[in-house]
């Protein structure tokens, strides 16, 4: 099988992991960095000459001017924010890339967001904890049929089948929730006039992908949001509404699997999790308090405090698993220093019996307690090492040990969010 210039990049815990740093990092040498999944409720943050540069469903490879920056079939765009984005990116005075959108992507619409706020407060006490962004309305609609594709809106018919779908809308949110209609007028104007503020940039982008890697370019995909998180393979319920695993570069990106050739997954050297849902190595204390506050561990979009945890072993072989991961990245190893002593969860103990898996019912999951092993911590400041060696005695072993629990490659790590506070090890794209 011939060996192409492709890599996936994905989370391998439940987001937040730093995928957007290390696209943003591997983009200083790809052709074409490629969105497959998710919305705008999946903020990266990039760092590089000082700055702080945020970007939610643009891919993160926009600010490298060589770069051609694709959003994929997979994702769901709400095509206002969008625009809007790509006007700050436009004015921010960094030089920046290409984008190009394909015409398959689903849209997200006014009354997704109003769905998304209604069905969550219906939860009550049972709420998911999503962000109210419409993202997931937005793929019950791709399933339902009732969706709306980018491509459609340069089609002559288009307002009498928006309309249609519109009314279907209204409806629901009168009948399930009492909530009163919007404008169809104003949603209509105020779509199209973003749409055509981007319409040269909407393309079959599924053939351009895949001409580009039998060319021999080199291609990046990007993921959203963690494995964990994924809507077959995650933990369910509290999971994103698309696949958010490896898998899902291919279908997409609209190009065979054939032509991927390898995927890293991206790992704190802690855990982090927001919102709800079951979390056996949650530190609820004082330890906890002080690795959030030193890695900023604050949502880039919502600035919601992230849960933190101890490194999930056992969860993290399983996203190895379900992605086919063939190296992991170590990111914010810098923020464990000063911890007197690290654990990892090697394994579960669930009613009385050990277990080496991530159960499949939440209800399980939740009565899952961790077995640790523990590893003395540093006191060093690492964030200015530029190679392992540099590391100290004890950051090394903490390294190893993940490598050798977790039976996977360690392909670098960072001490830092800058883009020259990245190590690699292994050269993989």
């Known amino acids: 099988m011939e060996k192409y210039n492709s890599l996936v990049v994905v989370g391998a815990q439940w987001g937040d992991e730093g995928k957007g740093k290390m696209t943003d990092y591997f983009a200083q040498k790809a052709n074409m960095v490629v969105r497959f999944a998710g919305g705008d409720n999946a903020g990266h943050v990039i760092n590089f000459n000082g700055q702080k540069h945020k970007v939610t469903i643009i891919p993160s490879g926009i600010f490298n001017k060589r770069v051609t920056n694709i959003i994929g079939n997979g994702c ?11 006007e700050i990116i436009k004015q921010s005075g960094v030089d920046y890339g290409n984008l190009l959108i394909s015409d398959r992507v689903q849209l997200i619409l006014p009354y997704h967001i109003l769905i998304d706020e209604a069905q969550e407060n219906e939860r009550g006490d049972n709420k998911i904890g999503t962000t109210k962004r419409g993202i997931g309305p937005a793929y019950q609609d791709k399933v339902s049929r009732l969706g709306i594709r980018l491509g459609e809106l340069g089609e002559e018919n288009f307002k009498q089948r928006f309309k249609l779908v519109f009314d279907y809308q209204m409806k629901f949110l009168k009948n399930m929730f009492n909530i009163k209609s919007l404008n169809f007028e104003d949603t209509y104007k105020d779509l199209i006039e973003a ?73 704190k050297a802690y ?58 990245f170590i990111t914010l190893l810098d923020v464990l220093s000063g911890v007197d002593e690290i654990n990892i969860c090697v394994k579960y103990e669930l009613d009385g019996k050990e277990i080496n898996n991530l159960p499949s019912v939440n209800q399980k999951y939740e009565r899952c307690q961790p077995i640790y092993l523990s590893n003395p911590g540093w006191k060093e400041d690492i964030t200015k090492v530029t190679s392992f060696d540099q590391l100290p005695h004890a950051a090394k072993n903490y390294l190893k040990m993940i490598e050798k629990v977790c039976e996977i490659k360690i392909s670098g790590f960072s001490v830092g969010p800058d883009r020259e506070q990245t190590i690699i090890l292994e050269n993989i794209f």
């Open 195 to 267: 749409y055509t503020k981007i319409k040269e940039r909407v393309i079959d982008t599924d053939s351009f992908i895949e001409s580009a890697i039998k060319e021999g370019k080199k291609v990046l995909f990007e993921g959203a949001q963690g494995a964990l998180l994924d809507i077959d393979h995650g933990t369910y319920p509290y999971v994103t509404s698309s696949n958010t695993s490896a898998n899902n570069a291919s279908t997409g990106s609209g190009i065979s699997h054939k032509l991927i050739n390898s995927t890293m997954g991206v790992v």
């Open 76 to 86: 769901v765009v709400n095509l206002i924010n969008l625009v809007k984005e790509f």
């Open 271 to 328: 855990s982090t999790r927001v919102g709800a849902g079951a979390f056996p190595t949650e530190l609820n204390n004082k330890i906890g308090d002080g690795i959030r506050e030193r890695g900023n561990e604050y949502g880039s979009n919502t600035k919601r405090p992230r849960r933190i945890g101890w490194l999930d072993a056992v969860a993290l072989k399983h996203a190895i698993r379900t992605s086919g991961i063939d190296s992991i």
